[in-house]
């Protein structure tokens, strides 16, 4: 498979934004990488259209583990299918910061399984059990509990501490936890390194080994940062 490289946008964007789906596939990256755009709920809609004849893909950033009644304010994982999008971002470490489960991660991607999205499971270690010593350890307990039974998926492993602080971690212990994921899923999914990733540090961490692509938000904002990250997609 291609490297996927992911836009998290989180809680930025504007109806005006789905002009940034044509940016992107302007930028002639598509080739090297798979590219993916997260989008708030609300533009779901609009940028699944503005991306329908291109190369771009385009995800939600979480959904509901229950099928469609009566939960206000939660998105339906079917819903989010039926609008042409392919993947959901799930479990990310601003939504476990709110109290999410690992067995409410797990239930979210078996119903996006079902309902046809590819999963995107987050999964990551804060400082202080990075400076433990315990963060391999603590990050695959988390993966195994928040992964589905069946079906296919990817993974992102995602430091907290390097999220949004320009904070990265080194190569060689980034290699260390992809190794150590891989070893506990045998192949199938890729699983993306996210935290602070920019077009000055892609390269190095798309090159890594049992890297598969990247989650990227504060780069993802403008096409021409994220495009420049998804040049040194290698596989
Ligand atoms: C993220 O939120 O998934 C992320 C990796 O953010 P940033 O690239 O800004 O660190």
Not at 117 to 145: M, W
């Amino acid at each position: 498979m291609k490297q996927l490289i992911a836009a998290n946008w989180k809680m930025n964007g504007m109806p005006d934004w789905a002009e940034k789906v044509g940016e992107l596939a302007r930028a002639e990256v598509s080739g090297a990488a798979e590219l993916l755009i997260c989008p708030p709920a609300p533009l779901l809609s609009l940028l699944c259209e503005a991306a329908s004849d291109s190369a771009v893909t385009i995800g939600a950033q979480d959904c509901s583990a229950d099928e469609a009644g009566a939960h206000t304010g939660e998105t339906d994982a079917a819903l989010i299918a039926a609008l042409g999008a392919r993947y959901v971002i799930l479990g990310h470490s601003e939504r476990r910061a709110g109290g999410e489960s690992d067995a409410l991660v797990k239930a979210k991607a078996e119903r996006a399984i079902a309902c046809g999205l590819r999963p995107i499971v987050c999964v990551g270690e804060s400082l202080d059990v990075r400076e433990a010593g315990e963060a391999n350890a603590v990050v695959v307990d988390q993966l195994l509990s928040s992964i589905p039974e069946t079906g296919d998926y990817d993974i992102a492993y995602e430091p907290i501490w390097a999220i949004g602080t320009g904070r990265v971690a080194e190569v060689a212990d980034i290699a260390e936890m992809h190794a150590a994921i891989r070893a506990a899923v045998k192949p199938g999914p890729r699983i993306l390194y996210g935290g602070s990733v920019k077009p000055a540090n892609a390269q190095e961490i798309l090159a890594t080994s049992e890297v598969g692509g990247a989650l990227v938000g504060g780069a993802s904002l403008q096409m021409d940062s994220f495009a420049a990250i998804a040049l040194h997609a290698i596989r």
